[in-house]
């Protein structure tokens, strides 16, 4: 399977091969907007009409808009003329005119018409960690253009169809990968989010280890940011289960397939526990027929259902204490053979979040400065290598009342006019090190006398990119690297405001993250281990590590089993409860 790509007018390698349409063709939106229209024209004629509500937008590689990549890296982006065509009409709607264009990509000769494409090796650029704004602009530009590009073809499709339908109607799209960390061409949420093309966004429950028994669960998008711009989300749930069989041992594990009810509604519930908590949704998705097809299954997503109607998913009443942010536009500044960070950051954290004990919403970085942005005790920033002056102030903003900000990685350090240790530095509040050499990283936890230091596991991440540290007399050192000896894991208290600083990518840790709500007097529902979500009417818990466990409430409330109807306590603050191994637990709180 392959596209337009490095192979591009070459002869197709054999039968199976077949050159898809450019995702950033203009007649390829064009001629798809009108097949919109046409087809919206005959359901009109059609009985069915009187019942259609909206349209669901899908393409792209697996129908989720991702790029074509079947074929191995040199497939992911396009390289067909179309999409240079493309290239240059964002690169004129960012910069405006050829002069600022030559200005970024310093280069006194190129213009809007006459940009090239970044070969593979630019792309990936062996051994470099960060793109350099003095040198790179162009292959970060380009690899903007891979997303937005791709939302304006999913925007001119879903407009077709909002224009064409002539009543009002809604559309959605797979979108919100930025958080997993995979896919290439989306890391254009932000735009997504802007427009009022697309309502509703969704992506699949994660494969792998977050959605099998016993494991925390995962959502891939950052459901606080389309809260804000007044977008849904919708988990899908294409959830294999008992009524069908499996291939293989290693393809249950991959899939979560569950082997009966009980499987099935404690991965159900745990799915559907975390979107209530964001006060979003979910979709079943049953490809081959059947997977659902069991009064049992259907019942038990009636009750979910009652749930939402009796108000389960309401966030407007309560919010966490704990902020997360995901930064797309960063993601354009990390080489290509360096995605293993964005993927540490992004991917693999979200299990440690999950399983702390301490519930967080999740924004895109861009947000800090939307007016209706809530106010938190701590704000975590996963990913923020490529800050703009105006994030910057936003964050310097949020230093005061007490708050900490938890940095990982290289925050800042991809200024407008190159790499800077010294504004990473400023931004952190502790003097900062670093070596471009890529390096295998891993650290270990020190002994320290310190609220964070209480009960860390001995090994506190690893990864392999260029090498940060903390070179600060005042700081407190929590954990050094195995090799070298540098500090890795820091914090300082500066009496107006806390850091806390995390060398390497993904390794921040659920003992940690609990520690650090600890110390910031935020709301912790109970000690690390079990996956647990709530948004003050729902309290989920899913059996990662089970047990008999206190859960503090967010609020005074009478507390029910939700899946039995037994009160377990009124007017309580907290409750002890035995949390079953791989099973999820739903505790409706009642409070007026």
């Excluded at 808009?65 to 992911?76: A, K, L, N, Q, V």
């Excluded at 009022?196 to 959605?211: K, L, N, S, T, V």
């Amino acid at each position: 399977k392959s596209v337009h790509n490095t192979r591009y007018g070459a002869a197709l390698a054999d039968a199976k091969e077949f050159w898809c349409p450019s995702l950033y063709s203009q007649a390829f939106r064009d001629d798809g907007s009108q097949l919109v229209r046409d087809y919206i024209a005959h359901l009109k004629q059609t009985p069915l009409w009187k019942a259609v509500v909206g349209f669901t937008i899908t393409g792209g590689d697996d129908g989720q808009f991702s790029s074509y990549r079947r074929s191995g890296p040199d497939h992911e982006p396009d390289y067909s003329p179309a999409a240079r065509r493309d290239f240059g009409r964002l690169l004129r709607e960012r910069y405006g005119d050829d002069a600022a264009l030559r200005a970024a990509w310093h280069d006194p000769e190129v213009t809007f018409d006459t940009v090239s494409l970044p070969s593979p090796e630019e792309r990936r650029a062996a051994g470099q960690t960060f793109r350099d704004p003095a040198t790179d602009t162009r292959i970060a530009d380009y690899a903007r253009f891979l997303s937005e590009g791709t939302c304006d073809t999913v925007r001119a499709f879903a407009g077709a169809a909002k224009d064409a339908a002539g009543k009002p109607v809604f559309t959605t799209t797979y979108w919100g990968a930025h958080v997993m960390g995979t896919s290439l061409n989306h890391f254009g949420s932000r735009r997504l989010m802007s427009t009022p093309e697309i309502d509703i966004i969704h992506a699949p429950a994660g494969y792998g280890p977050w959605r099998r028994l016993g494991q925390s669960g995962c959502n891939h998008t950052t459901p606080g940011s389309l809260r804000l711009h007044n977008k849904i989300c919708l988990q899908e749930l294409d959830l294999r289960t008992f009524t069908h069989g499996y291939r293989d041992e290693a393809w249950r594990m991959f899939i979560a397939w569950a082997e009966n009810l009980d499987e099935f509604v404690a991965i159900n519930r745990r799915e559907m526990g975390l979107m209530m908590a964001c006060g979003m949704g979910c979709w079943y998705y049953d490809m081959s027929g059947g997977w659902f097809h069991d009064e049992g299954i259907m019942q038990d997503i009636a009750g979910i259902h009652a749930g939402y109607r009796a108000g389960l998913a309401n966030v407007t009443d309560w919010h966490p204490d704990m902020a997360v942010f995901a930064d797309e536009e960063s993601s354009h500044w990390l080489a290509e053979g360096m995605r293993q960070v964005i993927f540490s950051s992004l991917n693999t954290q979200r299990a440690a979040l999950n399983t702390s004990g301490v519930p967080y919403d999740r924004y895109i970085t861009d947000d800090l400065t939307h007016p209706d942005m809530g106010d938190y005790k701590i704000y975590v920033f996963l990913n923020a290598y490529r800050l703009t002056d105006a994030h910057v102030a936003a964050i310097d903003g949020l230093k005061r009342d007490g708050k900490t900000l938890v940095f990982m990685y290289a925050p800042g350090y991809v200024a407008d006019d190159g790499l800077s240790i010294e504004r990473t530095s400023r931004l952190v509040g502790m003097r900062l090190a670093c070596s471009q050499v890529a390096t295998a990283m891993a650290g270990e936890a020190m002994p320290v006398e310190h609220p964070l230091g209480d009960g860390l596991l001995p090994v506190q991440g690893s990864s392999h990119a260029a090498k940060f540290w903390v070179d600060d007399t005042e700081a407190v050192v929590l954990g050094r690297y195995i090799d070298g000896g540098e500090a890795s894991l820091a914090a300082r208290d500066f009496g107006a405001w806390r850091s806390v600083y995390v060398a390497i990518p993904g390794s921040l840790g659920p003992d940690l993250l609990h520690n650090i709500a600890r110390w910031s007097d935020a709301y912790v529902a109970s000690v690390p281990g079990d996956s647990i979500y709530t948004n003050g009417h729902l309290l989920c818990v899913h059996g990662v590590m089970g047990g008999r466990k206190q859960i503090a409430l967010p609020h005074r409330a009478t507390v029910m089993n939700e899946l039995t109807g037994e009160v377990m306590a009124r007017e309580a603050t907290s409750i002890t409860v035995d949390v079953p191994l791989q099973r999820t637990l739903w505790l409706r709180l009642d409070w007026n």
